[in-house]
């Protein structure tokens, strides 16, 4: 939990990324406010949305009250980058590597795809009916989550497998480990078998709950649903245009930073039909 304060050489690359960061984002910011008190109107993006709600935030008699500080600002931009862009990008990433590698699942995903739309723009409805595709993605979930853990904090004294935590404690989720414990998810943990899923995530394991690759509980992952319609989207428009290969370069290392990501990258061939 508190290895990130190590002044480790990760770490201190992180900081000075995270410095760079919010750095550009206060330049953008200031441009931002500037043309909006110059009578400019506002930008229709998330940016724009929270400095014009900022600047309209009234009280009950009229007068203007305290908003959100730039620093609150500034996080809800990186917290909207990292957690609405970046995991569901990864995901992508790696259910390209996987079906590169499991051919024969690339071929029932694309039939399933082709059969719903054909060539066609994929629609809102359609998107519902594509189990084969579905099931991949939670399977890739399982393998490589975005997120390889999450954190809780007890509000009051508990026990929780036989041991005792007292109340104000983080409690950290390894969900990377969990997704690969045989005694959860069977011998074949470590298979890529979408087919576990066939009904349902709640029965795709020996316990209903095991699959907490968007968290768990009244904090699970707000925009789950939203990432899996765009990993669906994104995944179907790429299965009606291309076939995808791993060339032989390509080396297998999931490797943690920030999220789980392939750490030599992935290169992969494209191939239109």
């Known amino acids: 939990m508190y290895r990130r304060f190590l002044p480790t050489k990760n770490n201190l690359k ?19 406010m500037q043309a909006m008190e110059e009578g400019k109107k506002s930008e229709n993006d998330l940016l724009g949305l929270l400095l014009e ?13 305290q908003g959100m500080a730039m620093e609150d600002v500034i996080q809800e931009c990186k ?15 790696w259910t390209m590597i996987v079906l590169s590698m499991h051919p024969e699942w690339q071929d029932l995903a694309r039939e399933e795809v ?7 723009k994929p629609e809102y409805e359609g998107l519902s009916r594509l189990k084969t595709v579905t099931m991949i993605l939670h399977e890739v979930l399982r393998l490589y989550p975005s997120a390889t853990t999450f954190s809780r904090k007890t509000y009051k004294d508990m026990d929780i497998g036989g041991v005792r935590y ?24 470590n298979e890529f ?6 009904q349902g995530i709640s029965k795709a394991s020996k316990h209903p709950g095991a699959f907490l690759s968007f968290g768990w509980g009244p904090r699970v992952c707000i925009g789950q649903n939203f990432a899996m319609l ?15 290969e791993l060339p032989p370069s390509y080396t297998h290392a999931p490797h943690t930073v920030m999220t789980l990501q392939p750490m030599h990258g ?8």
């Open 79 to 93: 917290q909207f980058y990292l957690a609405g862009m970046e995991t569901t990008s990864v995901l992508l990433t």
């Open 14 to 32: 992180m900081r000075k990324n995270n410095k760079e960061v919010e750095s550009i984002l206060q330049g953008l910011i200031n441009k931002r």
């Open 266 to 273: 992935a290169q992969i061939k494209l191939r239109a039909i």
């Open 53 to 65: 709600s900022n600047m309209k935030d009234v009280d009950e008699n009229g007068q203007p009250r």
């Open 166 to 189: 007292p109340s104000g404690m983080f409690v950290e989720v390894p969900v990377l480990f969990i997704n690969h414990d045989p005694d959860i998810w069977g011998s074949d943990v």
């Open 114 to 120: 082709l059969g719903l739309f054909r060539k066609n």
């Open 230 to 244: 765009e990993a669906k989207m994104a995944l179907s428009m790429i299965l009606q245009h291309f076939k995808f």
């Open 193 to 198: 078998k979408p087919e576990r899923f066939a």
